[in-house]
């Protein structure tokens, strides 16, 4: 399956974005489809995943509340609504599928987009 990443943009803190990751080649049925973010210098990140199992998703604490991770498998797209950014959200932010269920760790994903810009001015 390949993947395009797409939404990222400049905001100011406060406000909100929604990414898009777009399936190709085959949908999304039987993937668990996450996203995870990289900034300058740091080690990429979990940020949330939907698992194909059905109605399990899965946040680090810190975007609990304000992070939202959705599919919509008609359009074969998994989308992740982001509110009440923060300066410290600033990263690449890249999509990615993997056949095993609930899976959080970036070495656990065999497919990826990528990536989209996400800047949030203070």
């Known amino acids: 399956v390949q993947l395009q990443a797409s939404g990222g943009g400049l905001v100011q803190a406060g406000g909100s974005l929604r990414l898009s990751c777009a399936a190709s080649g085959r949908t999304f049925r039987g993937y668990t489809v996450a996203w995870f973010r990289q900034a300058p210098g740091k080690e990429r990140e979990f940020v949330a995943a939907?698992?194909?199992?059905?109605?399990?998703?899965d946040y680090t604490d810190s975007m609990k509340g304000r992070f939202t991770i959705s599919r919509d498998s008609a359009k074969s797209t998994v989308y992740l609504q982001m509110n009440s950014l923060k300066p410290e959200d600033t990263a690449v932010y890249l999509c990615?599928?993997?056949?095993?269920?609930?899976?959080?760790?970036?070495?656990?994903?065999?497919?990826w987009g990528q990536g989209t810009q996400v800047t949030v001015s203070s």
């Open positions: 990615a599928a993997t056949w095993r269920p609930r899976a959080t760790h970036y070495n656990q994903y065999d497919y």
């Open positions: 939907d698992s194909w199992t059905g109605g399990n998703t």
